[in-house]
Structures are given as C-alpha cells and as structure tokens.
C-alpha cells in the first residue's frame, strides 16, 4: 500500500489494485496508470495525474474514489465500476478524462456541491449515477445512459453531439427541481435507440436541445425498430 499526504509532485509508473492513494493538501502525484483500490484527492491544488488509463478496480476488490476540497483527476480515460461510493464534490473539485468515461456494473458515482465531470464521451451501464446541486457538472462530447442519471437539485448535464437513453439496455434519466438540466448543443437526443428508455422531467426540471432529429438536434422516441421509448412531464416549470 501507498499512501501520500502532503507531498509534492511524485511519479511512477503504474499503481496497481492494492494501492491506497491519499493526496491531501496540495499533494500531487504523476502515474502512467492508475488501478488502485482507495483514492482520496482533497483540497486545492491537490492532484493525480494519470496518463494512461484511470481504472480503479481489481479481482475482488471494490475501490472507491474520493475527489473534493477542489481537488483534481487528470486522465487519458476511465473506467469505474463499484459498488462503494464515488464522489466529485465541491467547487473546484474534478474528474477531467481527455477521452472516453466507462460506468459499469453496479458503480455509485455521485458529482455533487459544485464538483464537475468532463469527459470526451462518458457510457453509463450503472444505476447509480448522480448529479445533484447547484453548479455540479457532468459534461461529455457524446453521453449514453443505459441504467439510470438522476439530474437534481440544480445539477446540469451538458453534451454537444447525440444524447441516448436505452441504447443496450433499459434506461431511465430523471430530471427534476428547477435548475436542474440537461442541455445538448449541437445534436439531440434518441429516447429508446435500441432498447427501451424513459425520460422523466418533474418539478421545473429542463431538458433543452436544439432542431429536429436526434442526429441535427431535437428529440427522437424509440427510433429503431422495436425500440421502446416514454417521455414523461410534470409540475408546473418542467
């Protein structure tokens, strides 16, 4: 186990399944790659970075990540399934993957208080995923959800290019309280692509796209064959 708090910038070749990893006020550390079991990065200017693969995970063992006090996760890509928690919260405090953020399994990954996700794509195969309050960020290029996003509380989802619910797998995305949002720029968003997806807005939450199909903007519901898709709208605001 490795354990650092309150060094400066450390590098290394890869950190494998067993390692503990604390990088505490200030703390910054420089892998190749990141596998570990335990990670906490808190506090500004504290910082990992990764570049190649951020997989925190390992044969039989569950990792849980850590990310606040405006700490930050620099990485290539990323791939997380767990079922302990994983938090982003806090202003300041990121997970910033250049290209591709798998969720798998049974993974709980939470971005709250202000903390923020930017990927180049992210793919949600995981019922636990969250973003909830006020200036908490989850941005990515493309975003596929095939289990569950809750959006509340003032947290907002972002994406630029084609948005799927329910691509391999059923799905649901629920956005509710006002402020809360997902906006896609340049490109919509397929509700049931392959599979069945539900989209449920409540209580003054937005989703927001721009034109026509899924592909230029817009919303599409069930659009391959044999697809299922259901949009539901409620409360005054929504």
Do not use: K, M
Request: glycine letters at 18%.
């Amino acid at each position: 186990h490795r354990d650092l708090h309150s060094f400066p910038t450390r590098r290394s070749s890869d950190l494998c399944a067993t390692t503990t990893l604390n990088l505490l006020d200030g703390g910054v550390a420089s892998v190749g790659g990141y596998s570990g079991t335990l990670l906490t990065v808190d506090g500004t200017s504290s910082q990992l970075q990764v570049a190649g693969a951020f997989a925190p995970s390992g044969p039989g063992l569950l990792p849980e990540v850590t990310v606040t006090g405006g700490g930050q996760v620099q990485c290539a890509s990323a791939q997380i399934g767990t079922t302990l928690p994983s938090v982003i919260s806090g202003i300041g405090s990121l997970l910033n993957v250049s290209g591709p953020l798998n969720l798998n399994g049974y993974a709980l990954v939470t971005v709250q208080n202000g903390g923020q996700i930017n990927a180049g794509s992210v793919t949600n195969d995981s019922p636990g995923l969250a973003v909830r309050g006020t200036n908490s960020l989850l941005q990515g290029q493309e975003i596929y959800v095939n289990a569950a996003l809750e959006i509340s509380g003032g947290g907002r989802v972002q994406s630029f290019d084609v948005g799927v619910v329910g691509d391999t797998s059923p799905a649901q995305v629920t956005i509710h309280d006002p402020g809360s949002a997902w906006i896609i720029q340049d490109a919509g968003l397929a509700v049931g692509l392959r599979g069945q997806g539900s989209l449920v807005i409540t209580n003054g939450g937005l989703f927001q796209a721009q034109g026509g199909s899924a592909a230029s903007g817009g919303l599409v519901v069930g659009l391959d064959s044999g697809a299922n898709g259901t949009v539901t709208i409620s409360d005054n605001g929504s």
